[in-house]
């Protein structure tokens, strides 16, 4: 099974509209990849989703929470990574994903996509993992 990281502008994304990343949240709600997170992640995913020009409401945000821990794998990342993102918050990414053994980061951010891999960790859209998931399950 795929093991991916959603960063921050995934989830959000996903709340707001029926997407490629929505998609790609429902296969992980679905089971059918496995969604890695860590407390930093869903943190950031709060402070962002909670900002007034998203309009959510509190609650909606708690249970989308709720729901995304219940199916995810919450990792604790035993290493912080440094001076690889030009965005530093976006470390907490790679931190999760390397310790949850993920084989992809799927994100929305230009600068974190400019990586492309790290560790052996490919880093796509969630468009990309889309369209490659069904041939790279089977690798």
């Known amino acids: 099974m795929l093991r991916v990281v959603p960063d921050t502008n995934i989830l959000i994304s996903a709340f707001m509209t029926e997407g490629n990343e929505?998609?790609?949240?429902?296969?992980?709600?679905?089971?059918?990849?496995?969604?890695?997170t860590s407390l930093a992640i869903i943190e950031e995913f709060k402070e962002v989703a909670l900002r007034?020009?998203?309009?959510?409401?509190?609650?909606?945000?708690?249970?989308?929470?709720?729901?995304?821990?219940?199916?995810?794998?919450?990792?604790?990342?035993?290493q912080r990574i440094t001076g690889i993102c030009r965005d530093s918050d976006d470390e907490k990414l790679l931190e999760a994903a390397e310790e949850g053994k993920a084989n992809y980061v799927a994100?929305?951010?230009?600068?974190?996509?400019?990586?492309?891999?790290f560790?052996?960790?490919?880093?796509?859209?969630?468009?990309?993992?889309?369209?490659?998931?069904?041939?790279?399950?089977?690798r």
């Open 22 to 36: 929505y998609r790609l949240m429902e296969k992980g709600f679905k089971k059918e990849v496995l969604l890695i």
């Open 52 to 78: 007034p020009r998203f309009g959510f409401a509190k609650e909606d945000i708690d249970d989308f929470i709720d729901a995304l821990l219940e199916v995810s794998e919450l990792v604790i990342p035993a």
């Open 107 to 117: 994100s929305g951010d230009k600068d974190l996509l400019s990586l492309r891999s």
């Open 119 to 138: 560790r052996g960790i490919k880093i796509v859209t969630a468009a990309e993992l889309l369209q490659g998931a069904e041939k790279l399950g089977r």
